[in-house]
């Protein structure tokens, strides 16, 4: 395994009033999280919020035309399709998960046609991005559990050779689950987060095989909820970012939720300059978990699959263009800290009032639990 992979031990309770109280804590929390209390459910295109607009904005419309399914996965070798890039007529897919790097080639019809292989363990890999040399990056980063001490990206060369690059984050584990892979080569992280507001990091410098590379933080991507439905958990399913793409001329990026897509005109190598703008927000076909996308072989549709098998492979198609990027040059490490610290704050979402309410929730619990102890 790239990561030793050992799980953090479960907490142990010694009374059965313990029990009870935690059970209490994760009904009350999955009932804000997913039920019909969920913060902004009550309104029907959530709550637009700075940088993100709601699927209720005109421009997707004009930008992409009626979904497209252009085929259906059914190869027993891929019950879990999360990373997705495209190359001319070639699809490149990969799993969620495995104990080897094996990346498979998809024709028109969504038949394997190949597979490219390496001798490496992974962890958890969640997305990959096909750079300009015909290199597969995999981004390992999954971390359900936040216990992971380093994450990784594995460089899959069209040789056949691999080569791992360990990352520490700043600030504690995340689980990402999607990637984004910059024009100039560096490697853009989105974590994945139930409360709306995704994090992206890049490295500090050069990637390193022979040593662990900081990430910093750059920017706090913050995401209201949609309306639109599909996915595995309810409502929540509108805020978790499961995947991303640049397109091959580097000019359009795009996110995707478990039901939706937002993209980004891209200038240079400013990601960070790119989301920082409002993106474009494109409903998504309802899939029981859609985690990957790609850019088209045009380079401005959008092609969307998931896991589960069969699993759909879905085209949105082009219809017209996105306003070119303001930014021109990429931004440094400091520039981009500084704008992600002076940045407005958006004011208090219904996501922040529910992990109020959680917290407000987990407290009233722990008080009846003193209650039983006196």
Sequence with gaps: MLEDGELLPEARTRRSWARSRRSAAVLLCT???????????????????????????????????????????TDARLPEISGMAVDGGTTTVMNDGGDAVVVYQLDGGCAVTGERTAAVDPYDPEDMALAADGTVWLADTGDNRLSRATVALIALAPDGAATVYRLTYPDGPRDVEALLLAPDGTPYLVT?????TSEVYRPVGALDAGAAVPLEKVADLPLALTGTEGGPVGRAGQLMITGGAVSPDGAVLALRTYTDAYVWALSGSDVVGALAAAPVVVPLPAAPQGEAIAFAADGRSLVVTGEGL???????????ALSPA???????????AGETAAAPRAPLSPWAAGAIAVVAA?????????????
């Design 31 to 73: 009932a804000v999280l997913t039920g019909p209390f969920l913060p902004g459910s009550f309104l029907s295109n959530g709550v637009p919020q700075r940088g993100v607009e709601t699927a209720a904005a005109e421009e997707p419309a004009a930008l992409y035309g009626a979904p497209q399914d252009l085929c259906s996965v």
């Design 192 to 196: 994945k987060e139930v409360l709306g």
């Design 310 to 320: 069969p699993a759909v492979v879905t085209a949105l198609p082009a219809v017209g």
């Design 326 to 336: 303001a930014s021109t040059e990429p931004a440094t490490a400091t520039e981009a």
């Design 362 to 374: 987990a407290v009233l619990v722990a008080g009846v639990g003193r209650l039983r102890r006196r």
